[in-house]
Protein backbone atom coordinates (compact mmCIF):
# COMPACT_ATOMS: atom_id res chain seq x y z
CA UNK A 1 0.00 0.00 0.00
CA UNK A 2 1.00 3.47 -0.79
CA UNK A 3 2.44 5.41 2.03
CA UNK A 4 1.49 8.65 3.98
CA UNK A 5 2.72 11.82 1.69
CA UNK A 6 3.42 14.98 2.61
CA UNK A 7 4.37 18.68 1.28
CA UNK A 8 6.62 19.99 1.14
CA UNK A 9 9.60 18.72 1.94
CA UNK A 10 11.40 21.44 3.02
CA UNK A 11 10.23 25.07 3.63
CA UNK A 12 12.20 28.16 4.80
CA UNK A 13 10.55 30.94 5.88
CA UNK A 14 10.92 34.50 7.62
CA UNK A 15 8.75 34.89 11.00
CA UNK A 16 5.78 36.26 11.22
CA UNK A 17 5.06 34.78 7.56
CA UNK A 18 2.53 32.39 6.90
CA UNK A 19 3.00 28.55 6.04
CA UNK A 20 1.06 25.59 4.98
CA UNK A 21 2.05 21.68 5.14
CA UNK A 22 -0.46 19.20 3.26
CA UNK A 23 -0.79 15.70 4.38
CA UNK A 24 -2.63 12.67 2.47
CA UNK A 25 -2.60 9.35 4.48
CA UNK A 26 -3.02 5.75 3.31
CA UNK A 27 -6.38 4.67 2.01
CA UNK A 28 -8.85 3.49 4.81
CA UNK A 29 -7.51 4.85 7.96
CA UNK A 30 -9.35 6.94 9.89
CA UNK A 31 -7.71 8.05 12.34
CA UNK A 32 -5.03 11.35 11.40
CA UNK A 33 -2.03 12.90 13.86
CA UNK A 34 0.19 16.00 13.17
CA UNK A 35 3.22 15.92 14.89
CA UNK A 36 5.64 17.95 15.60
CA UNK A 37 10.09 17.08 16.23
CA UNK A 38 12.14 19.45 17.31
CA UNK A 39 15.69 18.74 16.65
CA UNK A 40 17.33 16.13 19.34
CA UNK A 41 13.72 15.24 20.69
CA UNK A 42 11.00 13.09 20.19
CA UNK A 43 7.41 13.64 18.02
CA UNK A 44 4.93 15.76 20.15
CA UNK A 45 1.14 15.45 18.93
CA UNK A 46 0.13 18.41 17.87
CA UNK A 47 -3.51 17.37 16.95
CA UNK A 48 -5.43 14.24 16.28
CA UNK A 49 -8.41 13.75 13.71
CA UNK A 50 -10.80 10.40 13.96
CA UNK A 51 -12.47 11.01 10.47
CA UNK A 52 -13.70 14.86 10.04
CA UNK A 53 -13.68 14.81 13.93
CA UNK A 54 -10.92 16.80 16.21
CA UNK A 55 -10.08 14.00 18.91
CA UNK A 56 -7.05 15.70 20.72
CA UNK A 57 -5.73 19.55 20.36
CA UNK A 58 -4.94 20.31 23.62
CA UNK A 59 -1.10 20.97 22.82
CA UNK A 60 -1.68 22.65 19.87
CA UNK A 61 -0.99 26.73 20.25
CA UNK A 62 -4.04 27.69 19.04
CA UNK A 63 -3.40 31.44 18.39
CA UNK A 64 -0.88 30.49 15.46
CA UNK A 65 -1.75 27.11 14.79
CA UNK A 66 -4.86 25.70 12.79
CA UNK A 67 -5.78 22.47 11.08
CA UNK A 68 -8.74 21.21 9.09
CA UNK A 69 -8.95 17.46 7.66
CA UNK A 70 -11.03 17.51 4.17
CA UNK A 71 -13.56 14.94 3.92
CA UNK A 72 -12.13 12.43 6.46
CA UNK A 73 -9.29 12.34 3.80
CA UNK A 74 -6.54 15.19 3.46
CA UNK A 75 -5.20 17.26 5.59
CA UNK A 76 -3.69 20.52 6.26
CA UNK A 77 -2.03 21.80 8.63
CA UNK A 78 -1.31 26.02 9.11
CA UNK A 79 0.99 28.29 11.08
CA UNK A 80 0.38 32.01 10.98
CA UNK A 81 2.42 33.96 11.68
CA UNK A 82 5.38 31.52 12.54
CA UNK A 83 8.07 32.18 14.83
CA UNK A 84 11.58 31.21 15.21
CA UNK A 85 10.95 28.58 18.04
CA UNK A 86 8.34 26.17 15.32
CA UNK A 87 11.60 25.43 13.50
CA UNK A 88 10.65 21.55 13.66
CA UNK A 89 10.06 18.70 11.06
CA UNK A 90 5.80 18.51 11.06
CA UNK A 91 5.32 14.82 10.84
CA UNK A 92 1.89 13.71 9.83
CA UNK A 93 0.96 9.81 10.78
CA UNK A 94 -2.30 7.57 9.83
CA UNK A 95 -3.75 4.68 11.41
CA UNK A 96 -6.74 2.27 11.28
CA UNK A 97 -8.82 3.20 14.45
CA UNK A 98 -7.41 1.72 17.59
CA UNK A 99 -4.67 0.34 15.26
CA UNK A 100 -2.45 -2.10 17.20
CA UNK A 101 0.64 -1.37 14.57
CA UNK A 102 1.21 2.00 15.88
CA UNK A 103 0.88 4.32 13.53
CA UNK A 104 2.54 5.13 9.88
CA UNK A 105 4.33 8.34 9.35
CA UNK A 106 4.89 10.30 6.62
CA UNK A 107 8.98 12.03 5.83
CA UNK A 108 7.99 14.88 7.18
CA UNK A 109 8.15 18.97 6.32
CA UNK A 110 11.14 20.19 7.55
CA UNK A 111 10.51 23.82 8.99
CA UNK A 112 13.18 26.20 9.23
CA UNK A 113 11.83 30.44 10.38
CA UNK A 114 14.70 32.56 9.76
CA UNK B 1 0.31 12.94 31.87
CA UNK B 2 1.96 10.11 30.43
CA UNK B 3 6.15 10.75 30.45
CA UNK B 4 8.72 8.84 28.46
CA UNK B 5 12.52 8.68 29.37
CA UNK B 6 15.13 6.92 27.45
CA UNK B 7 18.70 6.64 27.61
CA UNK B 8 21.42 6.67 26.64
CA UNK B 9 21.27 9.37 24.57
CA UNK B 10 23.56 7.98 22.05
CA UNK B 11 25.31 5.28 22.39
CA UNK B 12 28.39 3.81 19.88
CA UNK B 13 29.06 0.63 19.08
CA UNK B 14 31.59 -1.42 17.31
CA UNK B 15 29.90 -3.82 14.93
CA UNK B 16 29.21 -6.83 16.61
CA UNK B 17 29.19 -5.37 20.27
CA UNK B 18 25.91 -5.98 21.91
CA UNK B 19 24.03 -3.28 23.51
CA UNK B 20 20.70 -2.72 25.51
CA UNK B 21 18.64 0.52 25.18
CA UNK B 22 16.16 1.41 28.23
CA UNK B 23 12.80 3.00 27.92
CA UNK B 24 11.23 3.76 31.26
CA UNK B 25 7.85 4.92 31.13
CA UNK B 26 4.66 6.41 33.34
CA UNK B 27 1.15 6.13 32.28
CA UNK B 28 -2.18 5.63 33.65
CA UNK B 29 -3.21 2.53 32.00
CA UNK B 30 -0.95 1.17 29.35
CA UNK B 31 -2.62 0.44 26.15
CA UNK B 32 0.44 -0.84 24.31
CA UNK B 33 4.56 0.05 24.45
CA UNK B 34 5.57 0.92 20.76
CA UNK B 35 9.35 1.05 19.66
CA UNK B 36 10.19 3.00 16.28
CA UNK B 37 13.53 3.27 14.33
CA UNK B 38 13.98 6.92 12.34
CA UNK B 39 16.78 7.56 9.89
CA UNK B 40 17.79 10.86 9.11
CA UNK B 41 14.94 12.73 7.22
CA UNK B 42 12.57 10.02 7.49
CA UNK B 43 9.58 9.79 9.69
CA UNK B 44 9.78 6.89 12.23
CA UNK B 45 9.28 3.60 11.24
CA UNK B 46 7.33 0.90 13.15
CA UNK B 47 9.07 -1.72 14.96
CA UNK B 48 6.95 -3.62 17.82
CA UNK B 49 4.23 -3.23 20.35
CA UNK B 50 4.60 -4.97 23.61
CA UNK B 51 1.25 -5.21 26.33
CA UNK B 52 2.08 -6.14 29.17
CA UNK B 53 5.13 -7.06 31.57
CA UNK B 54 7.17 -10.39 30.46
CA UNK B 55 6.11 -10.28 26.90
CA UNK B 56 8.86 -10.58 24.33
CA UNK B 57 9.03 -9.90 20.48
CA UNK B 58 11.88 -10.22 18.22
CA UNK B 59 12.96 -9.01 14.38
CA UNK B 60 16.23 -9.87 12.83
CA UNK B 61 19.28 -8.61 15.45
CA UNK B 62 16.75 -6.43 17.75
CA UNK B 63 14.52 -7.67 20.88
CA UNK B 64 12.16 -5.92 22.83
CA UNK B 65 10.72 -6.88 26.42
CA UNK B 66 9.17 -5.66 28.66
CA UNK B 67 8.17 -5.06 32.59
CA UNK B 68 5.47 -3.21 34.36
CA UNK B 69 8.13 0.14 34.16
CA UNK B 70 10.38 -0.19 31.62
CA UNK B 71 11.03 -1.50 28.03
CA UNK B 72 14.66 -2.49 26.97
CA UNK B 73 15.27 -2.88 23.36
CA UNK B 74 18.36 -5.42 22.90
CA UNK B 75 20.68 -5.07 19.53
CA UNK B 76 22.37 -8.29 19.20
CA UNK B 77 25.45 -8.51 16.94
CA UNK B 78 24.79 -5.39 15.20
CA UNK B 79 25.93 -4.41 11.88
CA UNK B 80 25.78 -0.08 10.46
CA UNK B 81 22.85 -0.58 8.92
CA UNK B 82 20.91 -0.21 12.15
CA UNK B 83 22.56 3.01 13.07
CA UNK B 84 19.52 4.77 13.80
CA UNK B 85 17.75 6.89 16.47
CA UNK B 86 15.45 4.63 18.24
CA UNK B 87 12.24 5.85 19.65
CA UNK B 88 10.21 4.39 22.18
CA UNK B 89 6.48 5.47 23.16
CA UNK B 90 3.34 4.72 25.27
CA UNK B 91 -0.05 4.66 24.43
CA UNK B 92 -2.89 5.25 27.49
CA UNK B 93 -6.10 6.60 26.46
CA UNK B 94 -5.71 7.25 23.21
CA UNK B 95 -2.30 9.05 21.47
CA UNK B 96 0.91 7.87 21.51
CA UNK B 97 3.89 9.95 23.75
CA UNK B 98 7.03 9.73 22.66
CA UNK B 99 10.49 9.36 24.68
CA UNK B 100 13.91 11.86 22.68
CA UNK B 101 14.99 8.85 21.53
CA UNK B 102 18.76 6.86 21.69
CA UNK B 103 20.78 7.25 18.62
CA UNK B 104 23.03 4.43 18.10
CA UNK B 105 26.15 4.44 15.53
CA UNK B 106 27.87 1.20 14.62
CA UNK B 107 30.96 1.31 13.13
CA UNK B 108 32.23 -1.59 11.03
Known amino acids: EAGVAQSPRYKIIEKRQSVAFWCNPI?????LYWYQQILGQGPKLLIQ????????DSQLPKDRFSAERLKGVDSTLKIQPAKLEDSAVYLC????????????FGSGTRLTVV | EDQVTQSPEALRLQEGESSSLNCSYT??????LFWYRQDPGKGPEFLFT???AGEEKEKERLKATLTKKESFLHITAPKPEDSATYLC?????????FGAGTTVTVRA
Open chain 1, 27 to 31: SGHAT
Open chain 1, 93 to 104: ASSRQDSNYGYT
Open chain 2, 50 to 52: LYS
Open chain 1, 49 to 56: FQNNGVVD
Open chain 2, 27 to 32: VSGLRG
Open chain 2, 89 to 97: AVRGDYKLS
